[in-house]
Structure formats: C-alpha cells, structure tokens
C-alpha cells in the first residue's frame, strides 16, 4: 500500500512538471521608424494572454502554450500586425514588430463637402465623419436617437403624445437640416418628422455632417446643414450582419444585412423591424410614456459591373409604421373618437435613388431620386391624412481647367406633390381642394481653385427657379489653408439659404393639442446669410497618442423666418414672417484624444444664442439651449476582448411656451443629461455580445408637462381659466427613464 501510494504521489509529480514544461514566452520590442514604442497592445490570438510595451518598447507575455501561436500587435494609426511563431517548452521566443503607419482613421474620405469624393483633411469644406463604430457605443433602434451623442446635433423630441421628433443642428429646427441617403435627397418635406426611423443601421457605412448652409449644393432646404447617410458597398459589405437588442422596457430591435450576387449583379439586402407594445405610465399622467410602435423597414441595393468600370447603383427602401401614444386604456375602436384620447398614425413611405455614370470620355454622373410618403392619422379627433411625391434629377460634369481649377458643373430639376385633408390645400376662396405643385429646376457651377500648395479656395453659385416664388441665388465662398504636415487646418465659409415652409409636414405642433392654427398673412420663403470658422489641429506625441482638437465659430443671420408664436394667444400657434430678423450663434468645440492603453475620450461642448429681434425686442428662441455637451470615453482590453463604454450629453435650460396666466408649469427646463454604459464582449471577430444600462440617472421631464393630461377634449374647462386647456407641446426630452438593454452582433464574411 505505501508503495502504490509513492508510484501515485511520483505520478502527479510528473504530471505536474510536464503541465508547467508545455509552457513557453514571447518577448520583443515594438518600434516606428527605429524609434520604441511605449502602451502598444501585444496579445496572444485566441486566449486571455496579453501586456502593453513599456517605455523602452519592450513587452513580454508568459505561460503562452506550446506550438504555433498568433502574435497580434494593434494600436490606432498603424495597420494590426499578426505573426505566427512557434513556442517552445521553457523557452522564451522572440519576436519584434515594426509598426506600419495607417491614415485611414485620421483621414477618410468625405462626398458630402463639394459633392466629389476627397479626403477629410483636403476638403474645403468642414466635414464631420462618423462610424457605426461610433453608435454602437450606445446602440439606437434609429438613426434619429443615435445623434444623441453627436455635438451640436440634438434630437427634439416635439410631441409628449406620439414622441415624434427632429434633429436640430446649432439649434436651428429640423427643417433647416436636409437628410439624405448616399448624397440623394430623401428626408424632407412630409417625411420630416417620421422618415428618420427605419433607416437599417446594418448597411449603414458611416454618416457625414456639414455644419452650415450648403444651398449652393443642395438646393433650398440645407439651410442649416445636412446629414448624408452613406451606405455600404455590396462589394465590401459582409455575406451575412445580424444585429439584436431588447430592453427591460419590452422593446425589441433587430438589424439584417445579406449580400447576394445575381449575374454580374452585386446585391445588399438590410431589414430592420423594431417593436414596443408596453404601455407604461410611470409618472401617472394617465399617459403612456413611450409610444407604442410596430415598424419595418426593407432596404435593397444593387450595383452593376460594367465593362468600363462606372458607377451604376439603385438603392430602394420601404417602411411602414403604426405609432401610437395617448391614454393608456386607449384601443383601436377609439381611433378617432371622443371618449379616449390617442394619437394614431399609419405611416407608408416608399423610396427609391441611384447613380448612373454615363459611358463618355468625360466625368458626367446621373443622381436620381424618388419617393412617396402616405400619411393616415388620428390626433384625438383631428383627421390629417396626407401624401406627399417628390422626385429629383441630376446631371453633373466633374472636369478641371488648367492645373488650378476643379469645376464641377450641374443640372437639377425637383418636382413635389403635396396633398393634405388642411385649409393649407384649399384654393384661394378656401372651398375646392387643390395639391401643391412645385417644379423646381435649378443650376449650380463650383470651382475649386488650388491658390497655392496649402491653400484652396472653392467658389460656387447655384441658381434656383420656384414655380411659386420665382428665383433663387445661393452663392457659396470656402478658403482653406493647412500646413505641410496637415497638423493645423484652418476653413472659412459664407454663403446663403432659401426655404420655402410647409407648417402641416414640418411642425406636429400644428397638430396635436386644442390649439387653433392661425396663418397671419401669406408666409414668404426665409433666407439667411451664414458664416463660420473652423480650426482643426491634429497631434501625434512621441508615445503615439493621438489627439484631435477641432473648433467652430458660427454665425447666422435669417430674414423673414417663420416662427411659431404661442405666447400671442394661449388659445392659437400663429404661424408668421418674423418682421425683424433672427440669429443663431455661437462657438463649438471637439476633441478626440486615443491613448495606446486602450484608453479613447471623445468630447465636445456648445455654447450658443438663437435669438429674434421684432419691433427692437430681443427673445430667447423657445426650445433651445444655450450650451450643450457630449462625451465618450471607452477603454478596450485586448486582451481578453472586453470594452467599455461611457457616453453622454448635458443641456442648459431651455425657455418652454406656456398657456399664460395660471400655468404653473416652470417656464424652463431644468439642466439636465442623458448618461449611458455599455460593456461589449467579442468573443471573435464575428460575434459578440453588449449590454448595459441606458438613463442611468434615470431622467424624466416633469409629470405635469401634459397640461390638463385628464381631459384631453376640454370638456370640462374652467370658466375662471378658459386659457387653460389641453397641451402637449411643453416638451423637450423623452419620458423614457432609465432601462437595461442587450443585445448581440454576428457576421459572415
């Protein structure tokens, strides 16, 4: 017996010493240019195994397993280097690394600027560029919510009922931003309001903003600005994307993406369906909070091989959607109705655009777009049933004069229908139904003119001729100059905008509530005259940390801006040309700062005034903050795949209309911010799984901000406070307070 014991006590010994013997090490040095490289991420591929350089360069990783390993060293602004070694036993191998420099994160290529494809850096044009990588730092099911963490860019929420809503940009309203999809118009007009969701975030290959008018371009409605919703490329897309998530709210979202060729054919397929049935009235206003929707979204690309190798690609995207938000023991028998307030609204919006480059010697592109939005609704017992067509030709010429001119000449012409069940589609004796009908061709010619090496200086004008109000010049000046090693870029911008308002397709307040619409006399189409600075200073420090520092001033002066009054007569929204003028100004600043220890902050802040000036008086714009600011600071670790992500926004009090006298609803919001984190596994480099909380300082307006949410018909008003009735329109940010949510990524490439 004590020998067998003794043979079993040797036997674990052995065991023991040929478990620790299958281990080995790694160790090297990492460098640039020969110089050594501190906080680089060296790991082993496929475990937990992994350690940062020191400041010498140096790294060493222990009890790595014996046989063939991948050695991966990665770090922002060098390419991923992987290398395969074979360990041994009790050995230490050795194995350095020369970092590759990679300028695709510092630099990508932007459209949106000057209609051309160019890098960042080399745009006149200030060109903000954001990846999905961005938004999956705090997963949205739209894009309308995922602008949340965007600086200078909020999503407003206009409607307490239905949670309908617009991007103001440098608090300018949703109307003076102009969407769209792969450079084609898209969002505008009647879809303003509801065409920013469905848009399936799987295809979606990064999202471009201009920041100021860009009319000369666009045409009348980029007043404020644009976002250019780009997506990807069949080519380069992945065979299979799935993208899920849920919240502790019941809501429910899910993103498809499937590339396919037929022929010599390349195909993108995307499908987002999003789903919320859960009624929820936390703060007790007899109203739900969220509104309940059920929406899908298809989205089909094709691009077309051709011999010569030109563009041909058509894009098309349907949506359907059944929104509803209102008294919680509301049903569908009462759409419409009197007994149980709801707002019900059935939305279908078909879309469809593309690109066709003609087979000459020369660089002339045809763009095209089409769509058609349907709208079917119920606000209370108010009918607002809607359709609205629109489509749009573009012939551009892309050539150059001599060494120093860029030209790019176009031809466009928009062609919109709109038809509502309103007074707004009356005849002038306000009895015979009659659509808007709004031809509008248009010319434009851009020269970018290359002054010196570092200096460009990009002139255009566009011409403009509305069949209803006759022509428009959009005049556009950009100057830019950088340095040689591009570090310091500095960009000057004027130039001009025009838009024609359509108060029922753009304005949901005009809707909802028991305000009566009052037009005081015939509204002329605004304009404005913009100006803005921008400075960007780009730093690479000695241990490859890399910081990014971008800042605008702007400025913004509006003639015969419409802006509704609430405050005139509490019973009425007066919709009118301002008899003064308007501003909107302020400064913005940006940084990006990327540590090689995993560590990244992104953070801006706003400081703004948008202000209107009547009859020598000054005011505050209601609903606009003075100062806003975002933040993102994520850590990843290598080593084990784990990231971590903390995002943000805080907003100044902003002035909020009230019903006058005895409303006792404070007359500003309070400071408030939206704060979020997320912690991401990826267990390979085609699934992982994230989760987190959104709200976390669980946030809620005020409960009384629905005025008299207990008799939403004013049936039983009081005669001492008639200007008391039912009022939804006191809203500034969403009701949905704090929720868990996870979700899951997967791809086949």
């Given at each position: ?5 003794t043979?079993?006590?040797?036997f674990?010994c052995?065991?023991?010493f040929?478990?620790?013997a299958?281990?080995?090490s790694v160790?090297?040095?990492?460098t640039f240019?020969?110089?050594p490289?501190?906080y ?6 496929g475990?937990s195994?992994?350690?940062s350089?020191?400041e010498?360069?140096d790294y060493?990783i222990?009890?790595?397993?014996v046989?063939?390993?991948k050695?991966i ?5 060098f390419?991923t280097l992987?290398?395969k070694?074979?360990i041994k036993s ?8 020369s970092?590759i420099?990679d ?5 990508e290529v932007?459209?949106?600027?000057t209609?051309?494809a160019v ?18 730092k705090?997963p ?5 919510e ?6 200078g ?6 409607c307490?009922?239905?949670n ?5 940009i ?8 102009f969407v ?8 505008s ?6 065409g ?8 979606v ?6 920041k ?10 980029a007043?404020?600005?644009i ?6 490329k069949?080519s380069s ?6 993208e899920?998530f849920g ?10 993406g ?8 390349d195909?993108?397929?995307?499908i ?5 049935q ?9 109203f739900t909070d ?6 899908i979204?298809i989205?089909n690309k094709?691009t077309?091989?051709r011999?010569s190798n ?10 359907y959607?059944?929104?509803f938000?209102g ?6 028998i009462h759409r419409g109705?009197t007994?149980?307030?709801?707002e ?6 078909w879309?469809?655009?593309?690109t066709?480059?003609?087979p000459?010697?020369e660089?002339?592109?045809l763009?095209f777009?089409?769509?058609g939005?349907n709208?079917?609704?119920?606000y209370?017992d108010t009918s ?8 749009f ?12 001119h860029?030209?790019l ?12 069940n309103?007074?707004a589609?009356?005849d002038?004796?306000?009895?015979n139904n ?6 509008l061709?248009g010319l434009?010619?851009?020269d970018?003119?290359q ?8 002139l ?6 509305n069949?209803l109000?006759?022509s428009?010049f959009s005049?556009r ?6 340095s ?9 911008s ?8 359509n ?10 509530g028991s305000?009566?619409v009052v037009?005081?006399g ?9 100006a803005?600075?921008n400075?960007v200073?780009n730093?690479?420090t ?15 002066h509006?003639?015969n801006?419409?802006?509704p ?18 501003t909107?100004?302020?400064?913005s600043?940006n940084?990006n700062?990327?540590?090689?220890n995993g560590?990244?902050?992104i953070a ?7 202000s209107?000036?009547?009859?020598g008086?000054t005011?505050r ?6 100062f ?11 080593s084990?795949d ?9 907003y100044?009090p ?5 019903l006058?006298i ?5 007359p500003n919001s309070p400071w ?7 912690l ?7 699934f992982?799984?994230?989760g987190g909380?959104?709200?976390?300082l669980?946030?809620t307006?005020a ?5 008299r ?6 049936k039983?008003?009081?005669?001492a406070?008639p200007?008391?009735t039912?009022?939804?329109?006191y809203v500034y ?9 996870l ?5 086949i490439f």
């Amino acid at each position: 017996m004590h020998l067998k014991k003794t043979y079993i006590f040797f036997f674990l010994c052995s065991l023991s010493f040929l478990s620790y013997a299958q281990k080995g090490s790694v160790k090297g040095k990492v460098t640039f240019k020969e110089k050594p490289m501190a906080y680089i991420d060296v790991y082993i591929s496929g475990t937990s195994l992994g350690t940062s350089t020191n400041e010498n360069g140096d790294y060493t990783i222990n009890n790595v397993s014996v046989g063939k390993q991948k050695i991966i060293v990665s770090a922002l602004g060098f390419k991923t280097l992987a290398r395969k070694k074979a360990i041994k036993s009790n050995t230490a191998t050795i194995q350095n690394f020369s970092l590759i420099e990679d300028s695709s994160d510092l630099d990508e290529v932007v459209v949106s600027g000057t209609l051309k494809a160019v890098k960042k850096l080399d745009s006149p044009v200030a060109v903000e560029v954001y990846s999905p990588t961005f938004f999956k730092k705090n997963p949205a099911p739209s894009v309308f919510e995922s602008m949340q963490n965007v600086n200078g860019v909020r999503p407003q929420v206009n409607c307490s009922v239905c949670n309908t809503g617009d991007i103001h940009i440098n608090g300018l309203e949703g109307p003076y931003t102009f969407v769209l999809i792969d450079g084609m118009p898209i969002v505008s007009g009647l879809s303003t309001v509801y065409g920013l969701t469905g848009i399936p975030q799987a295809l979606v290959e990064r999202i471009e903003i201009v920041k100021g008018p860009a009319s000369t371009l666009y045409g009348s409605e980029a007043v404020g600005g644009i976002i250019n919703i780009i997506t990807k490329k069949p080519s380069s897309a992945p065979k299979l994307t799935v993208e899920t998530f849920g919240s502790s709210w019941g809501e429910i979202n899910t993103d498809l993406g499937f590339k396919y060729t037929l022929g010599k054919t390349d195909g993108l397929l995307g499908i987002n369906y999003f789903n919320y049935q859960n009624p929820i009235d936390n703060n007790n206003d007899g109203f739900t909070d969220l509104t309940l929707q059920d929406r899908i979204s298809i989205f089909n690309k094709f691009t077309f091989n051709r011999k010569s190798n030109k563009l041909f690609t058509i894009a098309g995207r349907y949506m359907y959607e059944d929104r509803f938000g209102g008294e919680v023991d509301w049903k569908p028998i009462h759409r419409g109705g009197t007994d149980v307030y709801g707002e019900s609204i059935f939305t279908s919006r078909w879309e469809t655009f593309g690109t066709y480059e003609l087979p000459t010697s020369e660089k002339l592109s045809l763009q095209f777009s089409a769509n058609g939005h349907n709208q079917n609704s119920y606000y209370g017992d108010t009918s607002y049933n809607a359709d609205q067509y629109i489509g749009f030709g573009q012939l551009t010429w892309d050539t150059s004069f001599g060494k120093h001119h860029d030209i790019l000449v176009g031809a466009a012409y928009r062609y919109t229908y709109y038809d509502d069940n309103t007074f707004a589609t009356l005849d002038s004796a306000g009895i015979n139904n009659q659509p808007s009908i709004i031809h509008l061709p248009g010319l434009f010619v851009q020269d970018e003119i290359q002054l010196a090496k570092n200096n460009k200086l990009l002139l255009g004008l566009r011409y403009d001729h509305n069949s209803l109000h006759g022509s428009i010049f959009s005049p556009r000046l950009n100057y830019k100059w950088n340095s040689e090693n591009n570090e310091d870029v500095l960009r000057i911008s004027i130039g001009n905008g025009f838009r024609v308002a359509n108060i029922f397709t753009e304005d949901h307040a005009a809707l909802t509530g028991s305000r009566d619409v009052v037009f005081d006399g015939e509204l002329l189409p605004e304009t404005s005259w913009n100006a803005n600075i921008n400075y960007v200073k780009n730093i690479v420090t000695k241990n490859s940390t890399i910081i990014n520092f971008d800042a605008t001033a702007f400025y913004t002066h509006f003639d015969n801006k419409i802006i509704p009054d609430y405050e005139t007569n509490v019973n009425q929204i007066i919709y009118a040309n301002l008899d003064g003028y308007a501003t909107s100004k302020g400064v913005s600043i940006n940084t990006n700062i990327t540590w090689q220890n995993g560590l990244s902050i992104i953070a801006g802040a706003t400081l703004m005034d948008v202000s209107t000036t009547e009859n020598g008086i000054t005011e505050r714009q209601l609903l606009t903050e003075s100062f806003s600011a975002t933040w993102n600071v994520s850590y990843n670790i290598p080593s084990i795949d784990l990231k971590l992500d903390y995002t943000g926004n805080v907003y100044a009090p902003m002035e909020l209309p009230l019903l006058g006298i005895g409303d006792t609803r404070d007359p500003n919001s309070p400071w408030y911010s939206i704060q979020n984190i997320q912690l991401t596994k990826k267990f390979n480099s085609n699934f992982e799984i994230f989760g987190g909380v959104k709200n976390i300082l669980n946030f809620t307006p005020a409960a009384n901000s629905i005025l008299r949410s207990f008799d939403p018909f004013d049936k039983n008003l009081d005669p001492a406070a008639p200007n008391l009735t039912f009022d939804p329109t006191y809203v500034y940010a969403s009701n949905q307070g704090a929720r868990a949510f996870l979700g899951l990524r997967y791809k086949i490439f």
